[in-house]
């Protein structure tokens, strides 16, 4: 790029993504010994930084479901990176603000710095002031080094190619030139599915009340009657989020009751909340995390599922199954962590002493192929007694998938498990489930590096990782605070709120003009005038209703992804068809899209868990790999002029990184 030239870059979307990959921008950019003069346009109708999901001013009741020590949008020093002008984690900064606050932190902000520890889960509104306070930083140190970063507040609207690079038609402004373009969009309006039109529409004939899947912030939940039961689908993260913004936010209370971990409060209701009728495919809530002061167990560390074990499989040409060859390994941790910390904790239940029975269990779970199981079994009948041991696959199934005489069962059995789960989480690393579930979270770090790019073959991509093993560690691992299971079961005892059960339908009474929910394992039906969507939009590239996204797909400039089922279905996936790194969507003829680059949620059909935030500290192509990601993008766009600090290298990607588009392989 000759010196005179001038880059224009805009990046669309300003939330994390797009933050990660402007601190990659300018990092590259100050090593380079000759700059060019660069333009970086943010793209987006919310503040940069927060963007859509992390705006400031939402409820504090709003809880991340990652600690303080975990989340980033920069390197640290010493990552292997250039380095960052931010360069603080989100730890770092609460660390930093609680001693010098800065001057746009709110009375309420300083309060909640103040007292969180490492451990703590922070709110979003917080991790938005975090996320700004890095944007502005960025932006100033930008000005300093004479590259320009401009924010337009409004949404792209569409994207077309011209000679000189692209056009960016942009809502109430003029169009936006530029030389570069990254797609950073994140989460993204989507058409309802057929059932859920099927009830909006109902709603909106019979004047029912339905509430369909939307960013917490985004939902109105004061017209949820007080008094008056609610249908509730969906029991993960936005249910806690609906959940305490109808108990606490409606002047609620919940006291302690000086009992241990599982029955340690009591709720004092204000009078005002509704009564939540919950339902999900599970019957029960996500698990909550166990109370740690690290984001993955100390006493954990994966022995079978290593990344050496799992990375040999590509090293000798074979394209892996995640049936066959991964979760044997994983499943061996998993086994370990429980039955290490049951043997450390509670010896007197095994029938062999301590040493013995782990020197049996590991010689059994080191066996080879498939007779490992096998052995595994053998040496836990003989040495654990039935009600001690645990069967990884059935918590898949929390209820046991066993008949109820009625609401009041559900109830009780629920209430149950929720006791159960809290009290499991207070004592930490104590607790054996809570450190199998700990191997579960350490190993999808491996599992992340190993999958991307093609590296588990299609049908185990649709069928396995994507078919039954996400939906397993997501229930067990990406699960809420421990504080609101512990809310939770108090209004459960409360009568506040109740469960429909397992595998639950939702439909309409006509009849009667209400909204009804059963399961086939009770015989009671719920039935209430409001139904309340759970749930975030689908992130799904077919289904989006951005305008953006939906014209690049219908004038063919990218196109969804296509994997082929064992049966030879084509199935469309969630994400985008890509190169490989870094990202350039693929057109309709499956051609890489030259100086156009995506990052986050849209690259689902190439990498496996894009909604989780880059890890502190972690690994380059493992939990920091969205920082990755956004080094490549930025060594592409600057023409690979920026090396990488210690290294040398252009990328992190070999030949791909800052290769023209013709030469990098068509698809993974």
């Known amino acids: 790029m000759p010196k005179t030239q001038r880059l224009r870059v805009a990046v669309i979307g300003a939330g994390p993504r797009g933050i990660s990959v402007l601190d990659r921008l300018l990092a590259r950019y100050l090593e380079l010994p000759d700059r060019p003069a660069l333009e970086i346009r943010m793209v987006d109708p919310f503040d940069p930084g927060p963007g859509h999901v992390w705006r400031t001013g939402q409820s504090r009741l709003f809880l991340m479901n990652t600690p303080c020590l975990f989340p980033t949008v920069a390197p640290a020093p010493g990552d292997g990176f250039a380095p960052s002008v931010a360069g603080l984690s989100f730890g770092e900064w609460?660390?930093?603000?609680?001693?010098?606050?800065?001057?746009?932190?709110?009375?309420?902000?300083?309060?909640?710095?103040?007292?969180?520890?490492?451990?703590?889960?922070?709110?979003?509104?917080?991790?938005?002031?975090?996320?700004?306070?890095?944007?502005?930083?960025?932006?100033?140190?930008?000005?300093?080094?004479?590259?320009?970063?401009?924010?337009?507040?409004?949404?792209?609207?569409?994207?077309?190619?011209?000679?000189?690079?692209?056009?960016?038609?942009?809502?109430?402004?003029?169009?936006?030139?530029?030389?570069?373009?990254?797609?950073?969009?994140?989460?993204?309006?989507?058409?309802l599915n057929p059932e859920q039109s099927r009830l909006s529409d109902a709603a909106a004939r019979l004047g029912l009340r339905y509430l369909p899947p939307a960013v917490p912030a985004d939902a109105d939940f004061s017209v949820l009657p007080a008094g008056e039961p609610v249908l509730v689908r969906g029991l993960g993260l936005n249910f806690f989020d609906i959940m305490a913004q109808v108990t606490l936010g409606r002047g609620g209370r919940f006291e302690s009751t000086g009992e241990p971990a599982g029955r340690a409060l009591r709720y004092e209701p204000s009078g005002r909340e509704p009564v939540l009728v919950a339902a999900s495919r599970r019957g029960t809530p996500y698990r909550a995390k166990a109370q740690l002061q690290s984001y993955l167990p100390r006493s954990v560390t994966l022995r079978w599922f290593t990344r050496e074990a799992a990375g040999s499989f590509a090293a000798e040409g074979i394209q892996p199954g995640f049936d066959h060859d991964f979760w044997p390994?994983?499943?061996?941790?998993?086994?370990?962590?429980?039955?290490?910390?049951?043997?450390?904790?509670?010896?007197?239940?095994?029938?062999?002493?301590?040493?013995?029975?782990?020197?049996?269990?590991?010689?059994?779970?080191?066996?080879?192929?498939?007779?490992?199981?096998a052995a595994k079994e053998e040496v836990l009948q003989r040495c654990v007694p039935a009600e001690h041991r645990t069967s990884l696959e059935a918590l898949a199934q929390p209820l046991g998938r066993r008949p109820f005489t009625g609401a009041a069962d559900v109830d009780s059995a629920i209430l149950a498990y929720l006791e159960a789960d809290a009290a499991g989480s207070a004592k930490g690393e104590d607790d054996p489930l809570k450190m199998a579930i700990g191997a579960l979270n350490a190993g999808r770090s491996v599992l992340k590096a190993v999958v991307a790019d093609g590296g588990l073959?299609?049908?185990?991509?649709?069928?396995?990782?994507?078919?039954?093993?996400?939906?397993?560690?997501?229930?067990?691992?990406?699960?809420?605070?421990?504080e609101r299971i512990e809310q939770l079961a108090a209004l459960t005892r409360a009568g506040l709120v109740h469960f429909v059960g397992p595998d639950p339908r939702f439909d309409v009474d006509e009849a009667r003009s209400v909204f009804t929910a059963s399961s086939p394992?009770?015989?009671?039906?719920?039935?209430?005038?409001?139904?309340?969507?759970?749930?975030?939009?689908?992130?799904?590239?077919?289904?989006?209703?951005?305008?953006?996204?939906?014209?690049?797909?219908?004038?063919?400039?990218?196109?969804?992804?296509?994997?082929?089922?064992?049966?030879?279905?084509?199935?469309?996936?969630?994400?985008?068809?890509?190169?490989?790194?870094?990202?350039?969507?693929?057109?309709?003829?499956?051609?890489?899209?030259?100086?156009?680059y995506v990052l986050g949620l849209q690259l689902s059909s190439v990498q496996w868990g894009t909604a989780i935030a880059a890890e502190a500290g972690a690994p380059a192509d493992a939990g920091a790999r969205t920082l990755r990601d956004a080094d490549d993008i930025a060594a592409a766009i600057l023409g690979g002029r920026g090396q990488r600090a210690g290294s040398g290298a252009v990328g992190h990607s070999g030949d791909h990184a800052g290769t023209d588009p013709a030469a990098v392989q068509a698809g993974v």
């Open 521 to 596: 394992w009770s015989p009671e039906e719920h039935a209430a005038t409001t139904l309340v969507e759970a749930m975030m939009p689908a992130n799904r590239v077919s289904a989006n209703l951005s305008p953006l996204l939906a014209g690049m797909l219908d004038r063919g400039m990218a196109r969804p992804r296509v994997m082929m089922a064992a049966d030879g279905t084509a199935v469309f996936t969630t994400g985008l068809d890509v190169s490989l790194p870094p990202y350039r969507p693929l057109d309709i003829k499956g051609e890489p899209q030259k100086d156009l």
């Open 94 to 191: 609460a660390r930093r603000m609680s001693v010098d606050p800065a001057p746009a932190l709110s009375a309420g902000d300083r309060e909640e710095i103040a007292r969180l520890e490492a451990g703590d889960f922070p709110s979003r509104a917080v991790y938005g002031r975090y996320l700004e306070w890095t944007y502005a930083r960025l932006a100033a140190a930008a000005g300093k080094a004479g590259a320009a970063v401009v924010h337009h507040r409004t949404e792209a609207l569409a994207l077309a190619r011209t000679e000189s690079g692209f056009s960016i038609e942009l809502a109430g402004e003029a169009d936006l030139a530029a030389d570069a373009v990254v797609l950073a969009i994140g989460h993204l309006p989507a058409a």
């Open 329 to 373: 390994l994983l499943h061996r941790d998993a086994i370990w962590a429980y039955y290490s910390t049951l043997a450390r904790t509670t010896p007197e239940c095994l029938t062999v002493a301590p040493s013995d029975f782990l020197q049996e269990l590991e010689a059994a779970l080191s066996v080879d192929g498939p007779d490992w199981d």
């Open 457 to 482: 073959s299609e049908e185990s991509w649709l069928t396995e990782l994507r078919g039954w093993f996400e939906p397993l560690v997501e229930g067990l691992a990406s699960g809420p605070p421990p």
